[in-house]
């Protein structure tokens, strides 16, 4: 599930977003009056959603959203007229007053998009760093040198270990070094 973040300046239209979202079945994070408030919560989280006005007591829209960290994006709430004048890019709005219909689908929508981003980035294979490369090339040479195999030959050779003990690439180089230089 993804975290959602209200942000109102007035606390009763906050908790009625709220709580029209959680009958829902929507899990609100937290409710907050003002930008800084909300910031502060979402430090604490990893990626979401924040649904916000055009203006909140402290700063505007434009504000909060220069300052989402990584993994957020805004839903904008503010009438059709307030709408048109705003700079719209990298984020969705709804115009008041509020269709719940839409208010549902939307955030729905938008969670469906973070559910699928957070999954593609988990599966996206992490970047080796300059010593963990190092590593698998020594383990792959000293394969080669000892047992007369192929750079192709000794990549395989490691992959299949490493998927056979369940460990990963980095550590079965390791092993292999450990062990053929005792």
């Known amino acids: 599930m993804f975290n959602i973040i209200v942000v109102l300046p007035k ?7 709220r709580n029209l979202l959680v009958k829902n ?3 609100v994070d937290s409710v907050c009056t003002t930008g ?6 979402m430090d604490d989280l990893n990626g979401g959603l924040v ?8 700063m505007m829209y434009h504000e909060l959203h220069a300052c989402l960290p990584k993994g957020f994006e805004m839903l904008l709430l503010a009438s059709a007229n307030v ?8 984020m969705m709005s709804l115009a008041m007053p509020l269709k719940v219909h839409d208010l549902i689908n ?8 973070i559910e699928r981003r957070k999954r593609r980035e988990r599966q996206r294979p992490r970047e080796r760093s300059a010593q963990e490369e190092s590593l698998i090339k020594e383990a792959k040479a000293l394969l080669m040198n000892r047992n007369h195999m192929t750079e192709e030959e000794a ?3 490691l992959q299949k270990c490493s998927m ?11 092993m292999v070094l450990a062990m053929m230089r005792t």
């Open 155 to 157: 990549h395989r050779y």
């Open 164 to 174: 056979d003990s369940g460990t990963n690439l980095v550590e079965e180089a390791q």
């Open 51 to 58: 649904i916000c006005s055009y203006r909140m007591s402290d």
């Open 106 to 113: 939307t955030v729905d929508m938008m969670g469906q998009a």
């Open 83 to 90: 709408l048109q004048e705003c700079d719209l890019r990298d």
């Open 11 to 17: 606390p009763e239209d906050a908790k009625g977003i």
């Open 25 to 27: 079945g929507f899990r």
């Open 36 to 41: 800084s408030q909300a910031l502060s919560r």
